[in-house]
């Protein structure tokens, strides 16, 4: 790990080729992500910082290097200075709307944190409506501001109900697909076992 870590860190400050690109995105979303997803302790943020802010200076509207940046502000509790960044990002670039919606869900937690939650909905309402990964975790983040919101109409108490039936149904929806999949899976594998056995017989 080590010695794979420091030769990417070579390449990255190299020279400006499509390697040394590569080898800064490896790096950051190392540092910024994988940590945080698998529960491996903390990045090297001081390195990510460093990365970041050497290609900006460069290249001050790439937008990946905007959203990495405005990542480590959210990891190292600089909540304001993220939503600027991660803004940036989305608007620096229209032709990749998946990175908008990382941006959204970086925003959407960072609002959380300060108990912004009108905002926080509003940045859930972006990723219900375009983004095709998980409409029951969407709607169920949605649904968990809108409780939080002390300032919230008491007539809205029945929409958030039903929001979350509805994910409870998108849930089980899931569940039989996993299992027909699963079921589908068993069947080709005993094919697969009875054609080796018969070919076996055979040889």
Request: hydrophobic share 40%; glycine share 4%.
């Amino acid at each position: 790990r080590k010695l794979g870590l420091a030769l990417l860190e070579d390449c990255s400050y190299g020279d400006h080729s499509l390697r040394a690109f590569v080898a800064q995105l490896v790096l950051l979303t190392f540092h910024t992500i994988i940590p945080y997803i698998l529960g491996l302790g903390d990045g090297d943020l001081e390195q990510t910082n460093k990365l970041v802010d050497m290609t900006l200076t460069k290249y001050p509207n790439a937008a990946l290097y905007l959203f990495f940046k405005g990542r480590s502000c959210v990891i190292q509790g600089e909540m304001v200075e993220a939503k600027g960044w991660l803004e940036r990002s989305i608007e620096s670039q229209k032709q990749w709307p998946q990175l908008h919606h990382l941006c959204f869900w970086e925003m959407f937690w960072s609002h959380c944190f300060q108990q912004q939650w009108s905002d926080a909905v509003n940045c859930m309402d972006v990723l219900c409506r375009d983004s095709k990964w998980s409409k029951a975790t969407y709607l169920y983040l949605k649904a968990a501001p809108l409780l939080m919101d002390a300032k919230r109409p008491s007539s809205q108490y029945d929409d958030i109900t039903k929001m979350i039936k509805y994910v409870y149904l998108l849930v089980c929806a899931l569940c039989v697909r996993v299992r027909a999949c699963v079921r589908a899976v068993c069947v080709c594998c005993e094919s697969v076992c009875a054609v080796s056995v018969c070919c076996e017989g055979v040889l």
